[in-house]
């Protein structure tokens, strides 16, 4: 862990140690018809007693609410209180996804055997009306969207499969009111156990995929009749979790091996199991964006990369020093083509070049979609994005906002009467450099175009992913 004395403090990766309950003031006129919260998740803090962690994605969790009521908007923030916020706190925390110095074997013990890690600050999902902060970890937090307090933790201890990994992104299917997911499970054998659930506490197994090598997938694809995880050729040999002396945080023992290239595996929902297998060409990625069935097959639209570099370039004290140097992502269409057959995959076109963080409208999920939202930026980042971008991916036209400041992760919020795809506006959070402060900017979903902005009373560090929860406002 590193001194965070030494570090140069960018804004955007500074610990927040700010909780704040407050009415935010508003510029513009929000539509009468935006009401719910914003629920955002992220690093709130990374401090870790006299030092910081290593890496930005090991961040203490933190939630922000933006509430959306009459016209007007409401702002809290929290941190989770978990065991690894109580560790830090003390000066213990042992490490998370790219922190600690841990031996292989003793990593491979509190994978197995040991609580699991509970530092949940990807994003958060709703179960009729619970929420809970999920991480890539089993053991989920479950929280108070009124007060954003944090009560207990859960996890699956059911008959059906189960891993020692996670998909930190659920997929939800609307029409059948489930969500699906994979967990992988280390052993003699290696599975990918792939689930679909209408609760927390019960699960259906669909199948279990078997892999030489687990690889880091950060989410997956769903439409209607299948589920499709992109094997990426980021991958760990379990084997090696026994030598003697090897040492290094959990990613650190990934490896990039694009002789193996990328494997997609169909796996049906409707009982039929692992019914497709093909690999193409490798790539990495953190995001799927969306999929949907066709004629032709499956197509899901996946932001790329062209190796798994950019982990490594998300080390916290170049992103302080503002030392970003990576490859921006690339978004590509790939058709899956006769699923439960001679599967066969190929990458169908580039949709946009320097994109980051990409949603769809909700309306649209498991359906064919036309527009994309995501960051944007150039093709070399050596700076945080600084764009909202839509993509229309039928005729590949872009249109941008951009108030000259970085910005989060996009979210499409639809007009409840709403029959036009872009019918709704558009949420992202930004920095602003002159005020130090963060503003939530409501932008319209089809010409993104300034509707209004509400300030911040502090400046929000750089975040993860967020959910759009409509009807949810508490007092």
């Known amino acids: 862990m590193k001194s965070e004395e030494t570090a140069t403090d960018e804004l955007g990766f ?3 140690g ?3 309950e407050a009415k935010l003031p508003v510029e513009g006129d929000l539509p009468d018809w935006l009401s719910g919260s914003l629920i955002r998740n992220g690093p709130g803090s990374f401090s870790v007693g006299d030092g910081t962690v290593d890496h930005w994605f090991d961040g203490l969790a933190m939630l922000h609410r933006f509430t959306f009521d009459g016209g007007s908007v409401r702002y809290r923030n929290r941190f989770l209180r978990t065991d690894a916020y ?3 706190r003390a000066g213990e925390f042992e490490g998370g996804f790219a922190t600690g110095d841990s031996t292989l074997l003793s990593r491979l013990w509190n994978l197995l055997f040991a609580d699991a890690y509970d530092n949940t600050n990807i994003i958060v999902e709703r179960f009729g009306e619970d929420f809970f902060a999920l991480t890539e970890s089993p053991r989920w937090v479950r929280l108070d969207p009124a007060t954003l307090g944090t009560k207990g933790d859960f996890r699956y201890e059911g008959p059906e499969p189960s891993g020692r990994l996670t998909c930190a992104h659920l997929r939800y299917d609307p029409e059948r009111e489930v969500y699906v997911n994979f967990e992988t499970e280390f052993g003699r054998t290696n599975h990918y156990h792939v689930y679909e659930m209408g609760s927390p506490e019960r699960r259906t197994h669909l199948a279990s995929v078997e892999t030489d090598r687990p690889s880091y997938m950060h989410s997956f694809a769903l439409t209607p009749n299948y589920a499709v995880l992109t094997e ?6 379990p084997l090696s979790f026994l030598k003697p002396g090897r040492q ?3 990613v650190e023992h990934f ?5 193996a290239g990328t494997t997609v595996h169909v796996v049906d929902r409707d009982g039929g199991g692992v019914v497709g297998q093909t690999t193409t060409d490798a790539v990495f990625g953190f995001h799927h964006v969306n999929a949907f069935e066709t004629e032709d097959g499956i197509v899901f639209d996946l932001e790329t990369l062209p190796d798994a570099t950019a982990v490594k370039k998300l080390d916290l004290s170049a992103l302080r020093a503002g030392e970003l140097d990576a490859l921006a992502g690339r978004l590509d269409r790939y058709l899956v083509s006769d699923p439960e057959g001679n599967t066969e995959v190929e990458r169908n076109r580039r949709l946009s070049e320097g994109t980051g963080l990409p949603t769809v409208s909700p309306a649209v999920w498991l359906n064919e979609h036309r527009y994309v939202y995501a960051q944007g930026t150039g093709q070399h980042m050596t700076e945080w994005p600084r764009s909202v971008r839509k993509v ?8 941008e906002f951009s108030d000259g400041n970085p910005c989060t992760e996009p979210i499409f919020v639809p007009r409840p009467d709403g029959t036009l795809e872009d019918d709704g506006v558009v949420l992202t959070v930004v920095l602003d450099d002159v005020s130090k402060r963060s503003v939530l900017v409501v932008l ?3 010409t993104l175009e300034e509707v209004a902005r509400a300030t911040v009373p502090h400046p929000i560090p750089f975040d993860f992913h967020g959910r759009f929860f409509p009807g949810l406002c508490p007092d």
């Open 14 to 16: 500074h610990s927040l």
């Open 18 to 20: 700010t909780e704040t």
């Open 86 to 88: 109580d560790a830090a």
């Open 232 to 237: 990426f050729p980021f991958d760990v040999n």
């Open 248 to 250: 290094g945080a959990f």
């Open 255 to 259: 490896r990039w091996r694009p002789e």
């Open 392 to 399: 229309d991916t039928e005729t590949g036209d872009e249109t």
């Open 444 to 446: 319209d979903g089809e």
